[in-house]
């Protein structure tokens, strides 16, 4: 029986709070009569190799069966891991993924010459071959886009000899999630109230938002004494990812890894430069932010384990799920009546699965299958963030759900690219709805600072981890050795650059890199901050415009991966060519600040 102090058991959790991934599958015999199925298509798959330049059937042919193997992959796949995620330290659903995940390599070396073959075939036989076979159509975005990267494609033979290193590519973000996740030990703290307690990552950003300075520090210190012994290994799988990525980027002809990582959706190098220009352009906010904190904590100096804490620590938001819901409805009603049809959809039709249980996997993610409905996993715990977290998964849900219903299998997945734009629409929402019908100031001061909060972690500390990658790469393609100092010393710099004047530079924060999992899927991380800046601009258009910008805005979340992301953006409203996004969002972050200081003063 579970008390109040413990987690409950799955089977604890009543129904009507969890996702109901029979929606999926029924039962896993089902599942199975799917695994089996894959198998026999891809070996029907690798009897049409070579066939595609044949005819305008025959290419058809390969496509459409890859699109009904994609298809089915996919299903397996996210069912088994979503089980899994319900339970880790359920063997049979560990036992279930792992069989999913090597039939998914298999999958991708199957269908590894597809890409190279079309490239054999001449681009005027190509457009005769769609002008003989209307079917062939849907396909025209597809092919115009491996045209467009062919001279980084190999041979046939290359690109499965490519495909067979996927193991070997993942290999340093292997190590450092098993030193991360499973080696790495930290040390035993004291708590508010004097008892020891041993400080995990999990809790350690609860202690950084701890009212207590002594354990503010003493945790922050612990943390990076910890990372600081391993400093040397973490250093060199973080220098074997960067090579890894190098590798790759050599092997397909381009000038740097950078360049292969933005060309993969087609953005050019001048949408991250002037990201960190812009960033660069408007530090004097983050120095304001960093100010104001300083003078409502009432300390001397301001350390990096001081950043973390809400400037009023006594005043807590509980807002139990059924409220959360309630909410983020009345928030999000500028979208639209379908819009908000589709949200309730999702919170009453097992889309959710809401409360912590004993194994499942922590935090929050959105996932599903072009076949089935859209799942959002949580661990909701009746705070602030939790709420904010509903609004950001069903963002990015009911952006996979309008997609899924409008766009073919092939389209469907958008880019990552515009990932994070509609989550983070339903957030920009979210705060103002709260701040306009918030009629307490504390509640206010709380909100902003709560926003502020996740405007510098996305915008800005985002930012600075961009120009991080850009340096380790550019350094280690001319040659030179990523070396704990070198990094340490790059880190530092960073952090004084980024956070001004009235912050310390503590020893302890040039050891951050070594904790960052995102810097081992590199040229990610500026993906955060261009798609919080892009929300930010939707969001004033929705709210200003009105119906104009709400329908602009719904052809964005229907449009997949139909077009290229910066040109997806555009005909919503946003053009990231330019450096107007950006910056007006980083004036959005001083309006804000404006409004937090009147309060206070």
Known sequence: MATANTIKKREEIASEYKWQLEDIYANEKLWEEDFSLIKKLTEELERLKGTMSGSAEALLKVLQLSDELGRKTEKIYVYARMRRDENNASSRYQALFDRAEGLSIQVGSATAFIVPEILLISEPDLKMFMEQNQDLAIYRHLIQEIVRQKEHILSPEG???????????????NIFTMLNNADIKFPVIKDESGHEVELTKGRYSGFMESSDRRVRQDA???????????????????????????????????????????DQDNVPAEVYDRLIESVHQHLEYMYRYM???????????????DIYTPLIPEYKMEIPYAKAKETVLEALKPLGADYIARLQEGFGNGWIDVYENEGKTSGAYSW????????????????????????HEMGH?????????????????????VAEVASTVNESLLIDYLLNNSQDKQEKIYIINHYLEQFRGT????????????????????????????????????????YGPDIVLDEEIELEWARIPHFYSAFYVYKYATGFSTATALKEQILNEGQPAVD??????????????????????????????????????????????????
């Open 291 to 305: 100010t104001i904190r300083k003078k409502i904590l009432k300390v001397d100096e301001l350390h990096f384990y």
């Open 159 to 173: 690109e499965k000899l490519l495909a067979m290193t996927a193991d070997l590519s993942i290999a340093s973000g």
């Open 220 to 262: 922050f210190e612990g943390l990076y004494d910890s990372y600081g012994k391993l400093i040397n290994t973490l250093g060199a799988s973080l220098s074997s990812s960067v090579k890894k990525d190098i590798f790759y980027a050599r092997v397909r002809k381009y000038n740097s890894a950078r360049e292969a990582s933005l």
């Open 397 to 417: 849900s009911l952006h996979s759900w309008y997609s899924n219903h409008t766009q073919p299998f092939v389209y469907s997945q958008y880019s990552i690219f």
């Open 552 to 601: 602009r805005y719904l052809n964005f979340l229907k449009s997949g991966s139909s077009d290229y992301p910066i040109n997806l953006l555009k005909n919503a409203g946003v053009d990231l060519l330019t450096p107007e996004p950006v910056s007006n969002a980083l004036q959005y972050f001083g309006k804000l600040l404006d409004e937090l200081e009147k309060m206070l003063s």
């Open 459 to 498: 915008v800005y500390r985002q930012t600075m981890f961009a120009e991080f990658e850009k340096i380790i790469h550019a350094h280690a393609e001319k040659g030179e050795a990523l070396t704990p100092e070198f990094l340490k010393q790059s880190y530092r710099e960073l952090n004084g650059q980024y």
């Open 368 to 391: 599903g299958t072009y076949d089935t409905n859209p799942y959002v996993l949580l661990n909701y715990d009746n705070k602030l963030d939790d709420m904010f977290t509903l609004a």
